[in-house]
């Protein structure tokens, strides 16, 4: 079920995108400053606040509507995943605005946090629901590390960011 909504909101927003990414190409065209940076920026606002927005109707989801359904190891299991995607689009807001996101550092790193919270929030989702259901996606569960991994990664680079200078 949450793999539907994912895809659903990917094919709803994907023309946003790319009508966006249309503007800047005809801004630069027009001779307007719009640095390469300006796009790796507002990838990690997008997502960022889309993952936020998720967060919370997840979040409301679970505490409401699957608490009867869920049992307490897949409530917990929820919680988790909402938390670790909300401490991410915080994340990825926090960075958006904070670094010019032109290296390619900063850029691995975004794609990191991106990549690694969809994987293993949404992978942790899809588990929940089904087993509630009584069909657990068990091809999920090798995803979820995955997920994990990458955000670890992501945590790294950022800790290699502001130590660089000194080593």
Same mark, same amino acid.
């Given at each position: 079920?949450?793999?539907? +909504?994912?895809?659903?909101?990917?094919? +709803? $927003?994907?023309?946003?995108?790319?009508?966006? &990414?249309?503007? +800047?190409?005809?801004? /630069? &065209? @027009?001779?307007?400053?719009?640095?390469?940076?300006?796009?790796? +920026? &507002?990838?990690?606002?997008?997502?960022?606040? $889309? @993952?936020?927005?998720?967060?919370?109707?997840?979040?409301?989801?679970?505490?409401?509507?699957?608490?009867?359904?869920?049992?307490?190891?897949?409530?917990?299991?929820? /919680?988790?995943?909402?938390?670790?995607?909300?401490? *991410?689009?915080?994340? $990825?807001?926090?960075?958006?605005? #904070?670094? #010019?996101? /032109?290296?390619?550092?900063?850029?691995?790193?975004?794609?990191?946090?991106? @990549?690694?919270?969809?994987?293993?929030?949404?992978?942790?989702?899809?588990?929940?629901?089904?087993?509630?259901?009584? *069909?657990?996606?068990?091809? @999920?569960?090798?995803?979820?590390? $995955?997920?994990?991994?990458?955000?670890?990664?992501?945590?790294?680079?950022?800790?290699?960011?502001?130590?660089?200078?000194?080593?």
């Amino acid at each position: 079920m949450s793999i539907t +909504v994912g895809i659903s909101v990917i094919l +709803v $927003l994907s023309p946003i995108v790319e009508e966006s &990414l249309q503007v +800047v190409s005809d801004l /630069e &065209l @027009l001779g307007i400053f719009a640095p390469n940076y300006f796009l790796m +920026v &507002l990838l990690a606002q997008f997502f960022g606040a $889309l @993952l936020g927005l998720l967060a919370i109707i997840f979040g409301a989801f679970g505490a409401h509507a699957l608490k009867k359904s869920f049992s307490a190891e897949q409530l917990t299991s929820f /919680e988790t995943a909402v938390k670790y995607q909300m401490y *991410h689009a915080l994340v $990825l807001l926090i960075l958006s605005f #904070n670094l #010019n996101l /032109e290296t390619s550092l900063e850029k691995y790193m975004i794609y990191c946090f991106i @990549l690694g919270t969809l994987l293993f929030s949404f992978s942790i989702y899809g588990l929940c629901i089904s087993a509630s259901k009584g *069909h657990k996606w068990r091809f @999920l569960g090798p995803i979820t590390p $995955l997920g994990g991994l990458l955000l670890s990664i992501g945590w790294a680079l950022l800790l290699y960011h502001f130590i660089k200078g000194f080593i």
